[in-house]
Nanobody, 119 residues
Framework: VQLQASGGGLVQAGGSLRLSCAASGFTFDEYNIGWFRQAPGKEREEVSCISSSEGSTYYADSVKGRFTISSDNAKNTVDLQMNTLKSEDTAVYYC?????????????WGQGTQVTVSS
């Protein structure tokens, strides 16, 4: 089982990044996929999730209107398009597979990808 997160980097405030989570080793459309982030000294926060089977989505208030989550079941990937980035979006971003949306049970985690937004 593997969740591979990629796409992080350094971007100026107001810019955009697209994160991707590639899944393998499990039945993709039986799980929901969520994106979480954790900044230094802060608790982990779920920013978005998507139901792979239904396509329903969840966004945290802090990212609503700026982030868009999408799923490609043929490729077993979930992308997070992040626009109008702010310095407070700086964090390590993780994807996870589980149940519920927001996720309530996380069965699998990917490694993190660093997002740094410079002001």
């Amino acid at each position: 089982v593997q969740l591979q997160a990629s796409g992080g980097g350094l971007v100026q405030a107001g810019g955009s990044l697209r994160l991707s989570c590639a899944a393998s080793g499990f039945t993709f459309d039986e799980y929901n996929i969520g994106w979480f982030r954790q900044a230094p000294g802060k608790e982990r926060e779920e920013v978005s999730c998507i139901s792979s089977s239904e396509g329903s989505t969840y966004y945290a208030d802090s990212v609503k209107g700026r982030f868009t989550i999408s799923s490609d079941n043929a490729k077993n990937t979930v992308d997070l398009q992040m626009n109008t980035l702010k310095s407070e979006d700086t964090a390590v971003y993780y994807c996870a597979a589980g149940f519920g949306c927001p996720l309530r049970v996380m069965d699998y985690w990917g490694q993190g990808t660093q997002v740094t937004v410079s002001s």
